[in-house]
């Protein structure tokens, strides 16, 4: 090889590692349907988003840029500021369960002694009534729960 193309390559492979550092990445965890704000101290010049799928990125103004979380999944966000290298943040999307949180929660306060397990919507999810010492003829007889939205209330 000679000495011109070995300097060409070595300049190329020199600026080629010199842009894609980035520094340590922020880690940034996010629920579906949620977002965050990012505010910078230097203008944004360029931003890139690996998975648009799993999060989207929308530049609010010359300093600030907002996060939405999609889908769960994992995706890389790049964010170039005026005169710096860019900003590298792993974007960490998770499943929203706070729908079964509340319903499981529901189920546990009304149970008397009941437990709920498994996770949502998962189909695993059981639940176990409490376990009656004594059950006279005049008393209900307890009832039993599925996974469905249909949900009696145990009698006092």
């Known amino acids: 090889m000679k000495t011109a193309d070995k300097s060409l390559w070595a300049a190329v492979l020199a600026a080629s590692s010199s842009l894609a550092q980035t520094g340590p990445a922020r880690a940034i965890t996010l629920v579906e349907g949620r977002g965050e704000l990012l505010q910078f101290q230097r203008d944004v010049q360029k931003v890139a988003l690996a998975e648009p799928k799993i999060a989207d990125a929308v530049v609010l103004s010359p300093r600030e840029v907002m996060v939405n979380a999609k889908t769960p999944g994992h995706t890389t966000l790049l ?3 005026t005169g710096s290298d860019p900003a590298r943040h792993e974007i960490e999307v998770a499943k929203d369960n706070s729908d079964w949180d509340s319903f499981r929660k529901l189920i546990e306060d009304s149970a008397n ?3 709920v397990t498994g ?4 189909g695993t999810e059981q639940f176990t009534p409490p376990r009656f010492t004594a059950i006279s003829s005049a008393a209900p007889k307890p009832r039993s729960f599925s996974r469905t939205a249909r949900v009696s209330r145990l009698p006092a």
């Open 113 to 115: 002694g009941g437990a």
């Open 119 to 122: 996770s949502g919507g998962t």
């Open 79 to 81: 964010i170039w500021e």
